[in-house]
């Protein structure tokens, strides 16, 4: 069975812009959350999707959205960018509660 | 919200001792522990896990309790090998809202 993918791998972008990542879930999982992890904070989680509904939401500002499709594949979208929001995006998938397992995750750089 | 604290840090071994980590959490409700292992450039890999309605689970050389009056678990690894070298996380989450700690940097020297 396949693992979580994760596209694209690595993203430059600059101040001000958006970006969307997006993230395909283990077959049969239909939950995916979304972690931001850098050095200075760790592992922060952002959001959960549940058939097609966010279930759950983390403690970040509204430039982060996301959403999940009917086949729950999930993107997430940062608006906006700010040189703080470069990190190493993960998202991690389920088949109903608890046990995740994460994707390679996306590098992200802001300049 | 929920607010998991990780001890220590960092842990240094000798290769054949044991290591254990531990994390203490806030929310009662939290029904899901969860440890990951992260080796550098990689993602996080799920090593071990326990649920609430249970004290303490073991897969060969890992182990896991959990006290659910004092909202802590711990993460034991015995006859540690210079492979478990890695960042371990712990984490606790109620219905897949997973709050991470801040990870141990484990080193285990041959």
């Known amino acids: 069975k396949a693992g979580v993918t994760q596209t694209p791998r690595y993203l430059i972008k600059t101040r001000g812009q958006q970006v969307t990542l997006s993230c395909s879930p283990i077959s049969g999982h239909r939950s995916v959350s979304w972690y931001q992890q850098t050095p200075g904070q760790g592992l922060q989680f952002l959001f959960e999707y549940f058939s097609e509904t966010q279930r759950n939401k983390g403690n970040f500002p509204g430039r982060f959205s996301g959403r999940q499709f009917s086949n729950s594949r999930s993107e997430m979208n940062v608006s906006t960018l700010e040189l703080g929001d470069s990190a190493l995006y993960l998202c991690a998938s389920a088949r109903g509660l608890n046990e995740q397992y994460f994707g390679p995750g996306t590098r992200l750089t802001v300049t | 919200g929920e607010n998991v604290e990780q001890h220590p840090s960092t842990l240094s071994v000798q290769e054949g001792d044991s290591a254990v980590i531990k994390c203490t959490y806030s929310d009662s409700a939290s029904n899901y522990f969860p440890w990951y292992k992260q080796e550098l450039g990689k993602r996080p890999q799920l090593i071990i896990d326990?649920?609430?309605?249970?004290g303490e689970k073991k897969d060969q050389r890992i182990a896991v309790t959990l006290n659910k009056t004092a909202k802590h678990f711990s993460l034991h690894i015995t006859e540690t090998q210079p492979e478990d070298s890695a960042v371990y996380f712990c984490a606790a989450s109620i219905n897949n809202d997973m709050r991470f700690g801040a990870g141990t940097r484990l080193t285990v020297k041959p």
């Open positions: 326990i649920r609430s309605n249970v």
